[in-house]
């Protein structure tokens, strides 16, 4: 049987800290590994992509802010580049990560390049596009219009696919493909990395987000405030966004001492190995990719039981997860988890392998290749 032709994938996404911009720029590097030819699209390199990676090439979006104009428009100079993208380099696909305003410029790029050449649009939901977005008037009929229109629907988890279809009404098939995490090779050791952070043998607990308010960091501050004294522990936050609306709670609740932040991390591989306990309070989420880099590192976490983590984590085999609503039970699960290294350890094995076996890119890329390889064989558009 003749080997399949490398595709030629446009992909974009927000270039900065954020889970849907880390796993678009995972997808493009791996792609690129397995030969095909990428191009990203977006107003910045994205912030994890590599600069050296074959196989990858950049077209940043240019914006102009046209004093006639009292916001400043992106969707649809973001159309023309894809379009000019799509053209120039022949493209298969362009397929955007998190559908506003990327799904509707996808198409609108789509119908400029006319039959013949046109690429086919895979739009992947990652969560707030449909969980807030979707939910707003404003935004909602053109989401709805941008997954009609996309040649296919991808989420990144069951329950995200369910809350798609019941917020927009969404009746086209939708593929749930999960994210994956490849981590790159520490740059340091367990020991340096630790030192530096002026841990010593306490366990150290991780969180890693953009701390926006749906991630309830207050909430993980005032569960750790809760763990009975006289255990020693610290942690590290490994903030994509502002730290600093947090520093009067840290104040307020006698946490200096204990938090160490680290802010807009590149090579997050090194913290993580350097880490024992994740932990998570977010009040939605339709996957927590932080939840499975630490898991990468044979950490496990302690997580509220919301939107698609159970999907990520098996309760009490990789990971605890916490259903009930408040500081108190999450205080809970950490302390049990800070008095019980062996447990920890157990849960932490499994995390990883679950992580290597489930949400590997060996496990995960060869889906988006086989959807771009079927939206291929298929007529462009849906309807
Ligand atoms: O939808 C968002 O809030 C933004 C998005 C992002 O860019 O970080 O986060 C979502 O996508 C991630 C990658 O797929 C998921 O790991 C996050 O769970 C998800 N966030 C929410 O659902 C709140």
Redesign the pocket.
């Known amino acids: 049987m003749a080997a399949e032709r490398p595709l030629r994938v446009g992909i974009t996404c927000?270039p900065s800290v954020?889970?849907?911009?880390?796993?678009a720029s995972a997808l493009g590097e791996e792609l690129a590994r397995r030969g095909h030819a990428v191009h990203f699209i977006s107003y910045e390199r994205p912030f994890r992509l590599s600069a050296a990676t074959p196989g990858i090439h950049f077209h940043p979006v240019v914006i102009n802010d046209y004093e006639l104009f009292r916001y400043p428009d992106y969707t649809l100079p973001l159309s023309v580049r894809m379009a000019e993208v799509a053209r120039d380099h022949a493209l298969d696909v362009l397929h955007v990560h998190?559908a506003v305003p990327h799904a509707t410029a996808a198409i609108l790029a789509r119908a400029m390049v006319g039959t013949g050449g046109a690429p086919r649009v895979v739009t992947t939901l990652?969560?707030?596009?449909t969980?807030?977005l979707g939910r707003d008037p404003g935004y909602g009929p053109a989401i709805r219009h941008a997954l009609l229109q996309s040649d296919a629907v991808t989420t990144?988890s069951a329950w995200?696919r369910d809350e798609t279809r019941r917020l927009l009404a969404v009746e086209c098939p939708i593929d749930v493909i999960p994210?994956f995490f490849s981590p790159r090779p520490v740059t340091r050791t367990r020991a340096e990395v630790r030192a530096e952070l002026g841990v010593g043998e306490e366990p150290l607990l991780v969180h890693l987000s953009?701390l926006?308010p749906?991630?309830r960091f207050d909430l993980l501050l005032e569960a750790l405030a809760r763990v009975p004294a006289g255990r020693p522990w610290k942690l590290l936050v490994l903030a994509g966004g502002d730290f600093q609306p947090y520093a009067p709670l840290v104040r307020r609740l006698g946490l200096e001492s204990r938090v160490v932040v680290r802010a807009n991390v590149f090579d997050v591989e090194d913290y993580l190995q350097a880490a024992d306990l994740g932990l998570f309070t977010?009040e939605?989420?339709?996957?927590?990719?932080?939840v499975?880099e630490a898991m990468w590192f044979g950490c496990p976490s302690v997580s509220t039981a919301v939107?698609?983590i159970p999907e990520v984590v098996e309760d009490g085999r990789s990971g605890l997860l916490v259903a009930e609503a408040g500081a108190e039970p999450l205080a809970a699960a950490v302390t049990a988890l800070l008095d019980d290294p062996a447990r920890r350890r157990r849960l932490g094995m499994e995390a990883r392998r679950r992580a290597e076996t489930v949400f590997s890119a060996a496990a995960v890329v060869p889906r988006y290749e086989a959807l771009y390889r079927r939206v291929l064989a298929a007529p462009v558009g849906r309807s």
């Not at 990652?126 to 596009?129: E, K």
């Not at 939605?284 to 932080?290: A, P, W």
């Open positions: 927000y954020g889970g849907s911009g880390i796993l998190y990652h969560g707030t596009d969980t807030l990144v995200l994210n953009n926006r749906v991630k977010s939605s989420e339709s996957f927590c990719l932080g499975l939107g698609g």
